[in-house]
């Protein structure tokens, strides 16, 4: 019998030890939360929402940052900006530079004008958007690689100016499932690191979301990339954070949980279903300020 010469796959406890890095989050608390109109497929104004509920659920995410040593900063939420909880899409900031947002609908427009003072007043240079962008609901980097959605929200043309302003390559990538509107909600970013292992899976992404040259760039960018399914996908579990070993997603994305234990993280679910009324979810209530 002909003696095999493959390696066998490494094993977990052989894979290159995961690093929880510290990160400094913008919040902003859901005091006005409700639904009152229908911008996105998962908003019903005839479904009651609890304010209450959704401040105590928010409050969980917010103590689990916390406890994990990262540091959050606070944004006041705006009566009648009930969507200002989903702080992710109210800019993208990298090297101390805030590009702003500019919302494609008009419930959400004075969000925009409202985080840019809020950069400014906390010491970041501001960038004034030109072209219509949510911020880093359709913009994540990864490595020195910016991920830039397209399709429901976010103009193209608003990569080019992001690829402008910080001087990075920008990956355009559209979305085709108005489910999935935000690029958070199809990609999750699992390492900021370019520099990984073989088995890094420096993204989770749900490939039915992406039209498919978008699905052959990613397949080639990211081969080892995690493939989450439509079940754990449509309860945004998509939507989460890592800080490389620790990734805080939601609580019923159970397949995605597996997945991520199976490659070396450590998922901690949250249950954020009252905030899921209003189409979001772990990330978008989250966004990274990088100094």
Same mark, same amino acid.
């Given at each position: =019998?002909?003696?095999?010469?493959?390696?066998?796959?490494?094993?977990?406890?052989?894979? /290159?030890?995961?690093?929880?890095?510290p990160? %400094? @989050?913008?919040m902003? /608390?859901?005091? @006005? $939360?409700?639904?009152?109109?229908?911008?996105?497929? #998962?908003?019903?104004?005839?479904?009651?929402?609890?304010?209450?509920?959704?401040?105590?659920q928010?409050?969980?995410? @917010?103590?689990?940052?916390?406890?994990?040593?990262?540091?959050?900063?606070?944004?006041d939420?705006?009566?009648?900006?009930? !969507? =200002?909880?989903?702080?992710?899409?109210?800019?993208?900031?990298?090297?101390n530079?805030?590009?702003?947002? &500019? $919302?494609?609908?008009?419930?959400?427009?004075?969000?925009?004008?409202?985080? =840019?003072? #809020? $950069?400014?007043?906390?010491?970041?240079?501001?960038?004034?958007?030109?072209?219509?962008?949510?911020?880093?609901? !359709?913009? =994540?980097?990864?490595?020195?690689?910016?991920?830039?959605?397209?399709? $429901?929200?976010?103009?193209?043309?608003?990569?080019?100016?992001?690829?402008?302003? @910080?001087? /990075?390559?920008?990956?355009? +990538? %559209?979305?085709?499932?108005?489910?999935?509107?935000?690029?958070?909600? *199809?990609?999750?970013v699992?390492?900021?690191?370019?520099?990984?292992?073989?088995?890094?899976?420096?993204?989770?992404? +749900?490939?039915?979301?992406?039209? *498919?040259?978008? &699905?052959?760039?990613?397949?080639?960018?990211?081969?080892?990339?995690?493939?989450?399914?439509?079940?754990?996908?449509?309860?945004?579990?998509?939507?989460?954070?890592?800080?490389?070993?620790?990734?805080?997603?939601?609580? &019923?994305?159970?397949?995605?949980?597996?997945?991520l234990?199976e /490659?070396?993280?450590?998922?901690?679910g949250?249950?954020?279903?009252? +905030?899921?009324?209003?189409?979001?979810g772990v990330?978008?209530?989250?966004?990274? +300020?990088?100094?």
């Open positions: =019998m002909p003696v095999s010469t493959q390696l066998p796959l490494p094993l977990a406890a052989e894979r /290159r030890e995961r690093l929880a890095k990160h %400094t @989050y913008l902003c /608390r859901p005091d @006005y $939360f409700t639904v009152t109109y229908k911008i996105n497929p #998962w908003m019903d104004p005839a479904i009651p929402t609890d304010t209450n509920l959704a401040l105590a928010w409050q969980t995410l @917010y103590d689990t940052f916390i406890a994990l040593g990262h540091t959050v900063e606070l944004i939420q705006i009566d009648g900006l009930p !969507d =200002m909880v989903y702080s992710a899409n109210g800019g993208f900031v990298i090297d530079l805030a590009y702003g947002a &500019r $919302f494609t609908h008009p419930e959400r427009q004075a969000e925009g004008p409202a985080y =840019m003072r #809020w $950069f400014a007043s906390a010491g970041f240079t501001v960038a004034e958007p030109q072209n219509v962008n949510e911020g880093e609901g !359709d913009f =994540m980097l990864v490595g020195n690689t910016i991920l830039a959605g397209t399709g $429901f929200r976010s103009a193209s043309n608003s990569h080019e100016e992001v690829a402008g302003l @910080y001087d /990075r390559e920008v990956v355009t +990538l %559209t979305l085709v499932n108005p489910n999935f509107y935000h690029l958070d909600t *199809a990609i999750a699992l390492n900021e690191s370019a520099d990984e292992a073989p088995d890094a899976a420096t993204i989770a992404y +749900l490939p039915s979301a992406f039209d *498919a040259p978008s &699905r052959a760039e990613l397949e080639r960018r990211y081969p080892d990339a995690i493939l989450v399914s439509e079940a754990d996908a449509a309860v945004l579990g998509l939507n989460s954070i890592s800080d490389g070993y620790n990734v805080v997603i939601a609580s &019923r994305a159970t397949g995605f949980e597996e997945q234990r /490659r070396g993280y450590n998922p901690i949250v249950d954020l279903s009252e +905030l899921l009324l209003g189409g979001g990330k978008c209530c989250t966004l990274e +300020l990088r100094r």
